[in-house]
């Protein structure tokens, strides 16, 4: 498979230039990509898997609501592990259930969850573009690992990585920094000392695990606007050194990851 274009023309991947994605949107819309969801009166809410954390499992948006608007009134004892009660309400919007199961929804539409470990084709024909990306955020930064990662239903999965421990590819949600950083208004987070965020000071992966201090990450957003996940970069020591520079880089590298997830769902639909 002949290698695609690497170049980076926006970092904001919600602002991308019209003409340049129009073949693609309408090839995406030609085979049902951005179909509506059907009325609630024309799906099964029932869950194929009620307990799944993947939305992989779970055949509508509708049939997602019930759990999510679950977990916002009783955020102690949450399913998924998505209603963040430690968000950030100067820098993060504010959480809403059917907005998520949108998200959601549109996360499993694009077919790149669990892929790397259950597809064999993705390993070998397209695996290679997302591993560039995270190889280049590790150089960028200078750290030890980089990650792109889709925020799942109740889990983030590693669409690749490197620096993690082989076999590893998720996390629980109700402990990922991504799962913050998709909420925030600019598509960018920055913990330069986890330690002495609030948010994540007692976090089991700062705590504990990788002893995580230092994170970033850039949001990858879709045309349609849905955050789906973020490129990230994480070190065991903090960093106050990061520079704007670094920053920008890694939201066009959060562009062409999104691109590569385009090129993903239309190499599965030709």
């Not at 290698?3 to 994605?21: F, K, N």
């Not at 470990?117 to 690992?145: G, H, M, N, S």
């Not at 109740?154 to 082989?166: E, M, N, P």
């Amino acid at each position: 498979m002949a290698p695609r274009s690497s170049s980076i023309r926006s970092t904001d991947s919600s602002h991308w230039d019209e003409s340049e994605w129009a073949l693609l949107t309408r090839l995406m819309a030609e085979r049902g990509l951005f179909q509506e969801e059907p009325p609630a009166s024309q799906t099964n809410e029932e869950t194929t898997k009620p307990s799944s954390m993947t939305v992989k499992d779970y055949k509508d948006k509708n049939s997602l609501m019930r759990l999510l608007n679950q977990d916002m009134r009783t955020p102690d004892q949450q399913h998924f592990g998505w209603y963040l009660t430690s968000l950030d309400s100067k820098t993060c919007s504010k959480q809403e259930a059917k907005k998520e199961a949108e998200r959601l929804m549109k996360l499993k539409s694009y077919n790149v969850l669990d892929r790397i470990t259950e597809d064999e084709v993705f390993q070998t024909a397209l695996a290679p573009e997302f591993q560039r990306i995270v190889d280049a955020a590790k150089k960028l930064f200078d750290v030890p690992i980089a990650v792109i990662s889709m925020v799942d239903a109740g889990r983030q999965h590693f669409v690749s990585s490197t620096g993690l421990d082989a076999g590893v590819t998720e996390t629980p949600r109700s402990c990922a920094f991504c799962a913050h950083a998709i909420e925030t208004n600019d598509g960018l987070m920055v913990v330069r000392d986890a330690t002495q965020d609030p948010r994540f000071a007692n976090n089991p992966l700062v705590a504990d695990g990788l002893k995580i201090r230092f994170y970033a990450g850039a949001r990858v957003t879709s045309p349609e606007g849905n955050h789906l996940g973020t490129v990230c970069v994480i070190d065991m020591k903090p960093r106050h050194d990061i520079t704007e520079k670094q920053l920008k880089g890694l939201q066009g590298l959060a562009c062409e990851a999104m691109r590569e997830i385009m090129a993903t769902w239309l190499f599965d639909s030709i």
